[in-house]
């Protein structure tokens, strides 16, 4: 049974609505070409902080009981999840604690930073983020966080789809990255409330496929922490409350190379003008590969994330454009 109702979503909507944005819808008919299909674009590269986790992390903080707020919040994230936390905490006077990979991208790590939260620094390889999250919320009493698994998240996440829809009705297929499976989640529930013959695909990075084994498996499986260029699609394994949901109401799972997901960031770089994070860019990485079953023709793509250090985005000029 599922962890989160449509109505959750609804209410999420007004929650979050003092600090996060309500994010454009892009057309490209260069892309449409290409393609073949009609796409639309959900723009959360425009989201404040930089990518939809600001709309899971204020609906989780603002849920938050009052009495409980001046102890703070914890959370652990390669970046976007942070970035949101820390917004979300300085909306509301609160102290906020980051667990971040050392190996972050350097822009998330200023953000971070800039948004007024403590930043500890772990090695995503031989330490345990959650261990060190709990740890500090023990010690501190401050409320812990999770990026993606708890109902509170994916309410706020699923939030983006109910966006989407109310502005692009009829979709034939709504395609989203596929990370610990909050945004899909939030996204797959109010979709099909909405529009129930809507296809939902999730998107993965090859190296991090722990989604794609666990649903040919049909339990979760946790795999090693994968070296991808989509830094916020390192999961290593389904989430609780997020698998049954993913298994129940996720129609396909995609798989996209790091060189596919290259290739569509210069594609929205170059031809679209903007700045889109290879975990945002996986969905065009698959529609621009055809790993969509060709009789769908109306796409909705959520562009998760925009935040991109600057070396990668310079070296995405050296490449070759796609055509």
């Known amino acids: 049974m599922s962890c989160i109702q449509p109505e959750e979503i609804r209410q999420a909507t007004g929650r979050i609505r003092p600090v996060a944005a309500v994010t454009p819808v892009l057309t490209s008919r260069t892309l449409n070409a290409l393609t073949g299909v009609e796409?639309?674009?959900?723009?959360?590269?425009?989201?404040?902080?930089?990518?939809?986790?600001?709309?899971?992390?204020?609906?989780?903080?603002?849920?938050?009981?009052?009495?409980?707020?001046p102890r703070g919040v914890v959370a652990f994230s390669?970046?976007?999840?942070?970035?949101?936390?820390?917004?979300?905490?300085?909306?509301?006077?609160?102290?906020?604690?980051?667990?971040?990979?050392?190996?972050?991208?350097?822009?998330?790590?200023?953000?971070?930073?800039?948004?007024?939260?403590?930043?500890?620094?772990?090695?995503?390889?031989?330490?345990?983020?959650?261990?060190?999250?709990?740890?500090?919320?023990?010690?501190?009493?401050?409320?812990?966080?999770?990026?993606?698994?708890?109902?509170?998240?994916?309410a706020g996440q699923g939030t983006c789809a109910l966006e989407f829809l109310a502005e692009v009705g009829g979709l034939d297929a709504l395609v989203v990255p596929l990370?610990?499976?909050?945004?899909i989640s939030g996204c797959a529930t109010i979709a099909k409330s909405m529009q129930p013959s809507i296809?939902?695909?999730?998107?993965?990075?090859?190296?991090?496929?722990?989604?794609?084994?666990?649903?040919?498996?049909?339990?979760?499986?946790?795999?090693?922490?994968?070296?991808?260029?989509?830094?916020?699609?390192?999961?290593?394994?389904?989430?609780?409350?997020?698998?049954?949901?993913?298994?129940?109401?996720?129609?396909?799972?995609?798989?996209?190379?790091?060189?596919?997901i290259r290739a569509a960031m210069r594609f929205l770089l170059t031809r679209m003008k903007i700045v889109v994070e290879p975990s945002g860019a996986v969905g065009v990485a698959a529609l621009m590969r055809a790993k969509l079953p060709v009789r769908l023709r109306k796409i909705g793509v959520v562009l998760s994330g925009g935040n991109v250090d600057l070396p990668l985005l310079a070296s995405l000029a050296e490449g070759t454009p796609e055509h």
């Open 78 to 154: 390669s970046g976007n999840h942070a970035q949101a936390v820390a917004i979300a905490a300085r909306s509301l006077g609160m102290r906020a604690t980051l667990v971040m990979p050392a190996d972050a991208p350097k822009s998330k790590l200023a953000a971070t930073r800039e948004y007024g939260a403590e930043i500890v620094l772990y090695d995503r390889h031989k330490q345990s983020r959650e261990a060190i999250g709990r740890s500090i919320s023990e010690e501190t009493g401050a409320t812990l966080v999770p990026p993606f698994d708890h109902p509170w998240i994916i």
């Open 39 to 69: 796409a639309y674009l959900k723009a959360e590269n425009f989201q404040r902080g930089g990518a939809f986790k600001i709309r899971g992390a204020t609906n989780f903080l603002y849920s938050i009981p009052a009495a409980d707020r």
């Open 199 to 260: 296809r939902i695909m999730g998107v993965e990075p090859e190296a991090g496929n722990d989604y794609w084994l666990s649903r040919t498996a049909g339990v979760p499986v946790e795999i090693d922490p994968p070296d991808t260029i989509a830094d916020g699609l390192r999961t290593t394994k389904p989430g609780v409350h997020t698998f049954p949901i993913v298994q129940n109401l996720v129609d396909d799972i995609l798989l996209v190379t790091d060189d596919e």
């Open 179 to 183: 990370g610990g499976g909050g945004l």
